[in-house]
């Protein structure tokens, strides 16, 4: 009976491996093992185990499987709300502990003067004349008083030689007294002086000068009052003329102080010969300190102006009036000496 056990013991357990399927299964690397096993009664039990394996792939089979492909879910875009309109960006404010330069009073730049003194013969404005005349000074044709000389109204051409002839007689007079002076009558020339020559105007305090000029500043001549002593236009000229010499003396800081004869240019009363004489210069005192001046200095140096006064003409002999004295003396000389013989 042992022997028996034995031999089905000892009986072979067969076990076959079958393919799950044909031809291409074996390329898939999946297989099924099918095993028979006996009992002792002769019995015989079938058992199928399904396996994958890579050992049992041909040598040019992948290792593994290829990657499952996974198809992820389409996301869900939830729609964008609908833009709101943004404010307009607010600008930036500086606080600055100095005020705006907009609401500084800021003077404008003075130009540096580059001539000695404008002469305004324009119909202003005129530099000081809130201080230096009263009535509202106006241009100088449009004096009666020099009307009555010119015949009429001076037309453009007559205004422009009476200027010309004004000015080169100013130069002439500074020339002769050995100082050298600049000057314009071009407004847009920067001077450093100015003196104005006008007209329906006087001095407030002083009515019968024929100029007035703050020391070391701006000056006026009063055409009414010079076109009086006058005669004829040329007459005028030279009394402007020279009365002008004055009144730069004046702006350029020089005072009335030296010349008290009347014969010289700077004197404060001056004789109506001297101011109708060509030749007239200033006094030798004066044209030094004139030297010693810088006549682009500006800014006034004294309060009270100057002012120039001439004798009226029945006072003072005019050049005409002297030739005919002389001749009338020779005439009674003549007579005289007719007499004794």
Do not use: C
């Not at 002086?193 to 006087?202: E, G, I, P, R």
């Not at 006549?295 to 006064?309: N, S």
Request: proline share 9%; hydrophobic share 45%.
């Amino acid at each position: 009976m042992v022997a028996v056990k034995s031999r089905a013991l000892v009986l072979l357990v067969l076990g076959v491996v079958v393919p799950s399927a044909r031809g291409d299964s074996l390329r898939s690397g999946t297989w099924q093992w099918q095993s028979w096993s006996f009992g002792a009664g002769g019995t015989a039990t079938v058992t199928t185990v399904t396996t994958t394996s890579s050992s049992l792939l041909p040598t040019n089979a992948p290792a593994t499987p290829p990657p499952a492909v996974v198809v992820a879910p389409t996301p869900t875009i939830a729609s964008a709300p609908a833009p709101q309109p943004q404010a307009p960006p607010q600008p930036i404010v500086t606080v600055s502990a100095y005020p705006a330069a907009s609401a500084m009073s800021v003077p404008a730049p003075t130009p540096t003067p580059t001539v000695d003194a404008f002469l305004n013969f324009g119909s202003g404005p005129f530099a000081d004349a809130n201080t230096l005349t009263t009535g509202g000074a106006q241009a100088w044709s449009n004096s009666p008083q020099v009307t009555s000389l010119f015949g009429g109204t001076p037309t453009a051409q007559q205004q422009s030689a009476f200027v010309a002839a004004v000015v080169q007689r100013v130069e002439q007079t500074f020339q002769q007294s050995g100082v050298p002076v600049s000057l314009t009558t071009s407004p847009g020339v920067a001077a450093a002086h100015t003196l104005s020559v006008v007209s329906n105007t006087v001095n407030p305090n002083l009515n019968n000068a024929i100029g007035m000029t703050y020391l070391g500043g701006n000056g006026f001549d009063f055409i009414d009052n010079a076109a009086k002593l006058s005669q004829s236009v040329d007459q005028l000229e030279w009394i402007v003329a020279h009365n002008i010499s004055h009144e730069l003396m004046l702006a350029f800081g020089v005072g009335e102080n030296y010349d008290q004869s009347g014969n010289f240019i700077d004197a404060r009363n001056a004789n109506l010969a001297m101011m109708l004489d060509p030749n007239a210069t200033f006094s030798s005192a004066a044209s030094k300190a004139l030297l010693g001046q810088n006549f682009l200095a500006t800014g006034v140096l004294a309060p009270a102006p100057g002012a120039q006064l001439v004798g009226p003409p029945s006072t003072v002999a005019e050049p005409g009036t002297f030739a005919l004295f002389g001749l009338a003396s020779l005439g009674l000389v003549a007579r005289a000496r007719r007499r004794r013989a």
